[in-house]
């Protein structure tokens, strides 16, 4: 069992950068995946940033460049720095987790099993 929480949202305008914080707890030792997704009003969820326990990373095409993934060697921690925030980046962020397999699809929403209770980003024009 894994719990997850998040923390760092907040509003900014255009342009600006925020970054977001996800303490994990609980059998993290096991995690093979660490994940953030994000889901707008009105939107399905999506997969922004994936981790593996190798260090491996993956990003939504629309955030490569201007997002960055990054954990702690204890799965302790996870971080996701934004960039270059637009206003379609407004969205809940919910951090995710995902024990002992690998899987070919890190940015969908039904690999994980552990789920924080997302934190607010928004951004201004």
């Known amino acids: 069992q894994v719990h997850v929480a998040e923390s760092g949202g907040g509003s900014v305008q255009a342009g600006g950068s925020l970054r977001l914080s996800c303490a994990a707890s609980?059998?993290?030792?096991?995690?093979?995946?660490m994940a953030w997704f994000r889901q707008a009003p009105g939107k399905r969820r999506e997969g922004v940033a994936s981790i593996d326990s190798d260090g491996s990373t993956r990003y939504l095409e629309s955030v490569q460049g201007r997002f960055t993934i990054t954990a702690d060697n204890a799965w302790n921690a996870l971080y996701l720095q934004m960039n270059s925030l637009q206003p379609e980046a407004t969205a809940m962020y919910y951090c995710?987790?995902?024990?002992?397999?690998?899987?070919?699809?890190?940015?969908?929403?039904?690999?994980?099993?552990?789920w924080g209770r997302g934190t607010q980003v928004t951004v201004s024009s």
């Open positions: 609980g059998d993290t030792f096991s995690n093979a995946y």
């Open positions: 995710a987790a995902r024990a002992r397999f690998k899987t070919p699809h890190p940015l969908a929403p039904d690999q994980y099993p552990y």
